[in-house]
């Protein structure tokens, strides 16, 4: 079956140490996205890539960093320059063609002790 | 730019009642508007959309939603509640001019009394 996988669903990290994020698709879509979703906050963008080797910063980038090596991988890290890291992740990818219908990954939810 | 705005971070219905939720947006350009379900602990799933076209959208689990360029408004509704109902929605917008990415409201919870 197509979809997101995104792994692990729970993570728990220290302070002052780095995590990556897994998300992997083989849903054949060029673009893909990661948000940040905290309570009442509703979703914001960390992160967009459109192609392969490129991407842009979201509207709450600092502390993260991306990478898009493959088109089916566009793994999160986040690192200890992120103030406040503990929240719920989402992964989502669209194809360019289907005006920008996202479809989106079970999410990681990471803690920071 | 575009925003969101869902009225009521809270809804409660009770079983079998009319669901409202409401989404106003602010765009520059026509919008394309989404309403985006979420169960605890999962990733988001596409309710339905609102590209061009007819106003009066139809959705999964018998949700609809109308696109009211007048009042900036594309209102979701269900004309009678289920248990199973019981989620956060999102209400989302992007411009149909280019490449643009996808904007959230902060959400409403739906609850669903017996």
């Known amino acids: 079956d197509g979809g997101i996988t995104q792994s692990p669903k729970y993570l728990f990290r220290k302070e002052g140490q780095n995590v990556t994020l897994s998300c992997e698709q083989n849903?054949?879509?060029?673009?893909m996205y990661w948000y940040r979703q905290d309570p009442g906050q509703g979703l914001r963008l960390i992160y967009y890539s459109q192609i392969v080797n490129d991407f842009q910063k979201g509207d709450i980038a600092e502390g993260y960093s991306v990478s898009r090596e493959k088109k089916e991988s566009f793994p999160l890290t986040v690192t200890s320059a992120q103030k406040n890291p503990t929240a719920f992740y989402l992964c989502a990818s669209s194809s360019s063609g289907r005006l920008n219908e996202q479809f989106f990954g079970p999410g990681t939810r990471l803690t920071v002790l | 730019a575009q925003s969101v705005t869902q009225l009521g971070s809270h809804v409660s219905v009770s079983e079998g009642a009319l669901v409202l939720l409401r989404c106003n947006y602010s765009s520059s350009v026509p919008p394309y508007l989404f309403w985006y379900v979420q169960y605890p602990n999962q990733g988001l799933q596409l309710l339905l959309k609102y590209t061009t076209g007819a106003t009066l959208v139809k959705g999964i689990n018998g949700f609809e939603a109308e696109f009211k360029k007048s009042e900036t408004s594309f209102h979701l509704t269900k004309p009678s509640a289920h248990m199973s109902d019981a989620a956060e929605y999102f209400c989302a917008v992007t411009l149909n001019s280019g490449y643009s990415t996808l904007t959230f409201g902060k959400g409403t919870m739906l609850l669903v009394s017996p």
């Open positions: 849903l054949n879509h060029d673009a």
